[in-house]
């Protein structure tokens, strides 16, 4: 019989950690593994089997709507979200997503269906934000609803106007977040810089909020605004990728650190998921564009900016830059 020593058995035990731990994962546990990393048809398969065993159970719907949103499923995505309402009628956040399938629908649909979705969205978004006030992800939709919406289907700034004011007293980065994104919403640039300046000020507590406010300052060319965005977002989560770009995207704007900004961005390109959320890879191939002309190398910008237009031919940016290198 083998006899371990006390020592050899502490390194086996450790050694085995990780085994158990992969064997204890539930399969809900494994769906939201494999939707961070953006392989979404894997966690829409494993999520479709468990809502079969567990057809009551809300976070697999709502994780499956989420899926499904980022594959472009947008009727699944209604269905599940439905599901997951019907499931837990006073989940705050189920109510948001249901209102989020209900618009990107509502985005995609004729005049005469457009009207009803829209109508649903403003609806869910509302119910949401009465069920739970602390549920700010809500209130910026319904705010950003109010602020962009016709009043034919129940949109206004003098809606969201009290929203907004209660957000500032919540939280002042939500307050100014929101101001910002409704005089966006209105083409009032000055006034909207001024307001996302001050929510990043105020640190917000969201991830997705700073990189919000960081869209923002890259479509206006605020390098100073981003390397800020990129800070903050790095002290949230230092796994998270996209400072990479927000980084790279400020040192391009001032020309500076250029084979950093390169690397950062190539960096980014590899090990960001494809997400809603995120900065896409041909955003990131166009700004190598932008670095390779400013090094003077215009065949390498050429490069850069028909990969972005492979990934998307309808970048204009990246179709206006091939023009105006023209024949360099």
């Not at 006390?6 to 546990?29: D, G, H, K, N």
């Amino acid at each position: 019989m083998r006899i371990f020593s006390r020592a050899q058995f502490r390194v086996l035990c450790l050694a085995m950690v990780p085994v158990l731990a992969l064997a204890a994962q539930t399969p809900l546990e494994s769906a939201k593994a494999a939707y961070e990393k953006g392989d979404y048809t894997k966690a829409i398969s494993i999520l479709q089997s468990e809502a079969t065993k567990d057809p009551q159970n809300g976070e697999v719907q709502l994780l499956l709507v989420k899926a499904y949103l980022e594959t472009k499923q947008v009727d699944a995505a209604v269905s599940s979200a439905e599901k997951a309402v019907a499931i837990a009628p006073n989940n705050s956040e189920y109510h948001q997503w249901l209102g989020q399938a209900y618009g990107e629908k509502a985005s995609h649909a004729s005049m005469f269906s457009a009207y009803p979705l829209a109508r649903k969205t403003q609806k869910e978004f509302e119910t949401a934000v009465q069920l739970d006030a602390h549920n700010f992800d809500a209130a910026q939709d319904l705010v950003e609803y109010d602020c962009t919406a016709p009043g034919m289907v129940g949109g206004g700034e003098d809606k969201a106007q009290p929203l907004i004011q209660k957000l500032a007293s919540m939280d002042a980065a939500e307050g100014h977040y929101a101001a910002g994104n409704c005089r966006q919403a209105k083409k009032d640039y000055p006034a909207a810089e001024v307001e996302f300046s001050k929510a990043l000020d105020s640190h917000p507590k969201s991830a997705d909020r700073i990189y919000e406010i960081g869209d923002y300052f890259v479509e206006h060319a605020k390098p100073e605004k981003l390397l800020e965005v990129a800070a903050q977002g790095e002290a949230l989560n230092a796994s998270d990728p996209r400072p990479k770009y927000y980084r790279a995207v400020a040192w391009i704007l001032t020309s500076e650190k250029l084979p950093d900004a390169d690397k950062l961005l190539r960096e980014y390109i590899q090990v960001t998921p494809l997400r809603s959320t995120y900065p896409k890879p041909w955003e990131a191939h166009y700004w190598l564009g932008r670095l390779q002309e400013q090094e003077k190398n215009n065949s390498a910008a050429r490069t850069e900016y028909e990969a972005a237009l492979k990934q998307n031919p309808r970048c204009k940016l990246a179709q206006e830059a091939l023009k105006q290198l023209g024949n360099k």
